[in-house]
């Protein structure tokens, strides 16, 4: 039996299910959480599918979140989505059901399940699930098509990072054939609150660039305060930088409670998750988070990343 058979034969087996994702959710993983609750709910009988984790305000229009009390979890199929290492998973319960399913695209090391589903090759979970439900035979409803490729279009920047596959599109030309509302979905996706523009102004006018081509700021608690930014409207911040001549990475310095530094980190270029992942961090070759307790932390990262796109110009 392959990997995808079995991970059916598990959830053919279980009537409980829970599914989790990773903390500071974003569309691929709530897409592919709520989206995946729905399959197995259109296509199995008799089966009780909760979706756990923090309710994040301005990603509502996808999906609420179940309750699910501790109890639940006895005898119940965990499955954890888009989270590559286990101190990620939102909510800790993960561990209390009796068997457990990874299913991501990240690379890592941490095989924190008992099946493993690891594919580095999708550009997002969404991806996966579109093509294992495909796989098993399932129907999609409007609903389901809308969740998955919302995931696929915000993990691909809309189909532009080098992440895309031939996979990708047959996903997305099944979903769309299934009729999605692109405007509605255009204007959820990419609607942004008056106070994140004026915080990107703020960027825009504030970011500096290294000698080869790092553009970072940092945001200290008050002025994230003073724009009222949360970490979900926060993290829309980095983009601003994008496309810029010269600049070949970027990244938003965060200051937060108990004094630890959040970067979200992207590149155009050189590979930075392995260098995120000595700041406590990790994530994709291209697109990683890291987590730093002082700032001067921050500027060994910043020093790091200005070396690798050295030597990315010396190539
Ligand atoms: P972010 O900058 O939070 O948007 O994250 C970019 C990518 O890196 C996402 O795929 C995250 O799942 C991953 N990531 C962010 N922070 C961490 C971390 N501390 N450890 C491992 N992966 C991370």
Redesign the pocket.
Same mark, same amino acid.
């Given at each position: 039996m392959n990997l995808q058979q079995q991970i059916l034969e598990k959830i053919k087996s279980y009537d409980k299910i829970v599914i989790h994702r #990773?903390i500071?959710p &974003?569309p691929d993983a709530l897409g592919s959480t709520l989206g995946f609750k729905q399959l197995i709910q259109d296509n199995l009988t008799g089966k009780d599918v909760r979706v756990v984790g923090y309710q994040e305000k301005n990603l509502e229009w996808l999906g609420k979140m179940d309750a699910v009390e501790e109890a639940f979890y006895q005898g119940a199929l965990v499955i954890v989505m &888009?989270?590559? *290492?286990s101190?990620?998973i939102d909510n800790k319960n993960f561990s209390k059901g009796a068997f457990l399913i990874k299913i991501d695209h #990240?690379p %890592?090391e941490d095989h924190y399940g008992n099946l493993n589903f690891v594919d580095t090759t999708a550009a997002s979970v969404c991806e996966m699930i579109t093509h294992l439900a495909l796989g098993y035979g399932w129907t999609f409803s409007e609903e389901v098509a809308m969740l998955l490729y919302s995931g696929i279009i915000s993990d691909t920047g809309r189909f532009l990072y080098d992440t895309i596959t031939p996979k990708t599109f047959e996903a997305a030309k099944y979903l769309f054939s299934l009729g999605i509302n692109i405007s509605e979905l255009n204007r959820n996706l990419y609607k942004k609150p008056l106070n994140v523009v004026k915080a990107q102004a703020y960027v825009l006018s504030n970011f500096t660039v290294t000698e080869n081509g790092v553009a970072y700021f940092k945001m200290s608690k008050e002025i994230q305060k003073e724009y009222g930014l949360t970490t979900g409207t926060r993290?829309l911040l980095?983009d601003v930088l994008a496309n810029i001549e010269g600049i070949l990475v970027r990244v938003c310095f965060f200051e937060q409670e108990k004094d630890q530094i959040?970067? *979200?980190?992207?590149s155009e270029g050189p590979l930075i *998750?392995q260098i995120?992942?000595r700041y406590? %961090? %990790? =994530? #994709?070759p291209k697109?990683? =988070?890291?987590?730093l307790s002082k700032w001067e932390a921050v500027d060994d990262l910043i020093a790091e990343l200005d070396l690798v796109c050295q030597y990315f110009y010396e190539e």
């Open positions: #990773h500071s &974003d &888009d989270t590559a *290492n101190v990620r #990240h %890592g993290s980095v959040r970067a *979200n980190i992207r *998750n995120a992942e406590d %961090g %990790g =994530g #994709h697109a990683s =988070g890291a987590m």
